[in-house]
T-cell receptor, first 118, second 114 residues
Framework: NAGVTQTPKFRVLKTGQSMTLLCAQD?????MYWYRQDPGMGLRLIHY???????AKGEVPDGYNVSRLKKQNFLLGLESAAPSQTSVYFC?????????????????FGSGTRLTVV | DQQVKQNSPSLSVQEGRISILNCDYT??????FLWYKKYPAEGPTFLIS?????DKNEDGRFTVFLNKSAKHLSLHIVPSQPGDSAVYFC?????????????FGRGTQLTVWP
């Protein structure tokens, strides 16, 4: 199983350009998340989705949009990239049932997309 | 406001000794806690977890302790190995109300030196 796949792995953008980061999961998970990781700031939630066709804002949603048209895919868009959006982006997915224990209660993460905006 | 806090951004330990990583939380509704390990250029991976009904969970060299009254948990690695050098994230889940959403601390960079 591939798990969670993020594309692209690296990208350099010029200020003002747009791009879309793709996240795909093959585990039939209901919930998907987009995080950014910056030095000293840990993992900050940008947007998340609790099911196909639904999205919600996380802690740092400004400057980003998302779509979940298919259950297995979660897209993160930057309409007009800014240097402050230089970061490593992680997608994650999960399935929740309160009776689950251990690793099943957690997320499966992709390997990340390193984005540089110049 | 951060509900899960890791107040030590870094920890340096000699190989063979114990590493203790700490985590504090504020939400008494958290019912499950997890630790993730992250190497450079990789996504975080699950390490160990503990339910709020327990005070200790052990898996090989890794043990997590939970003190509910203090809203504190710690991860012990004994003995520490150079391959343990990574960023460790503490995470908490409040189960039903947010469908298992995890709240993460900012991470602790562990360096194990020979």
């Amino acid at each position: 199983n591939a798990g969670v796949t993020q594309t692209p792995k690296f990208r350099v953008l010029k200020t003002g350009q747009s791009m879309t980061l793709l996240c795909a999961q093959d585990m039939n998970h209901e919930y998907m998340y987009w995080y950014r990781q910056d030095p000293g700031m840990g993992l900050r939630l940008i947007h998340y989705s609790v099911g196909e066709g639904t999205t919600a804002k996380g802690e740092v949603p400004d400057g980003y949009n998302v779509s979940r048209l298919k259950k297995q895919n979660f897209l993160l868009g930057l309409e007009s990239a800014a240097p402050s959006q230089t970061s490593v982006y992680f997608c994650a997915s999960s399935y929740f049932n309160p009776s689950m224990t251990g690793e099943m209660r957690g997320y499966t993460f992709g390997s990340g997309t390193r984005l540089t905006v110049v | 406001d951060q509900q899960v806090k890791q107040n030590s951004p870094s920890l340096s330990v000699q190989e063979g000794r114990i590493s203790i990583l700490n985590c504090d939380y504020t939400n008494s509704m958290f019912d499950y806690f997890l630790w993730y390990k992250k190497y450079p250029a990789e996504g975080p991976t699950f390490l160990i977890s503990i339910s709020s009904i327990k005070d200790k969970n052990e898996d090989g060299r890794f043990t997590v302790f939970l003190n509910k009254s203090a809203k504190h948990l710690s991860l012990h690695i004994v003995p520490s190995q150079p391959g343990d050098s990574a960023v460790y994230f503490c995470a908490a889940s409040d189960g039903g109300s947010t469908l298992g959403r995890l709240y993460f601390g900012r991470g602790t960079q562990l360096t194990v030196w020979p």
